[in-house]
């Protein structure tokens, strides 16, 4: 089954995975953090764009973001629609629209995976079962590469709206708080912190 067929409802079923809604962020001191000139001009040459496609959100605004945190982070690796397929599960596979692993200079993505991005074109809550199957086909990727790394996050987004998730345990907790693009030093504060936690 692609990660795309996935309710919570078939979680629940095949991995007793739960989900719920709170606040990720509200009583941590987040950081905002200021866009490099170079991001700036980045979104700022997508005024004149046509961005009707879940494809164009992607590649014109979506990736300039996490290359920006990258860029702060060069520990880090981004993969862009890299197959994050489960051994010897069939219900696990697809492609994921961004895979963060906290590993350098590496080819293909290789545990730690911490956190994964997947791109909507309407509604960022079309993205969230999708979004929690991968999170937790991340864990037993590190799982099974010696990396246990229990806490996953991600995000899902049409570009402007911005939703993140956290599976811990059997819990995927959907964070109540949206975040917007035009706040973008609060959002690029967000996933620092998240970045952070990998250090």
């Not at 996490?66 to 697809?94: A, D, H, M």
């Not at 079309?126 to 990396?147: D, S």
């Not at 690029?188 to 936690?197: H, T």
């Amino acid at each position: 089954m692609a990660y795309s067929d996935f309710t919570f409802g078939k979680l629940k079923k095949l991995y007793n995975i739960e989900q719920t809604e709170t606040y990720l962020f509200k009583h941590l001191a987040i950081v905002h953090i200021n866009p490099s000139l170079r991001l700036e001009e980045d979104l700022q040459d997508t005024e004149d764009m046509p961005l009707y496609t879940e494809k164009s959100k992607s590649e014109i605004i979506i990736y300039p973001i996490i290359r920006e945190l990258k860029k702060k982070n060069p520990f880090i690796t981004v993969f862009s629609g890299y197959s994050l397929n489960i051994e010897g599960n069939k219900e696990l596979n697809g492609n994921p629209d961004f895979i963060i692993s906290a590993k350098q200079g590496i080819a293909e993505p290789r545990s730690p995976i911490f956190c994964l991005f997947e791109s909507k074109n309407k509604a960022p809550d079309e993205g969230f079962a999708q979004c929690a199957a991968e999170m937790y086909a991340a864990r037993l990727f590190n799982q099974e590469n010696n990396e246990p790394y229990e806490t996953i996050y991600g995000a899902v987004t049409n570009a402007y709206d911005w939703v993140f998730l956290k599976l811990e345990g059997n819990t995927v907790y959907i964070d109540k708080e949206r975040y917007f693009l035009n706040e973008l030093p609060k959002l690029l504060g967000i996933l620092q912190f998240i970045v952070n936690q990998y250090k």
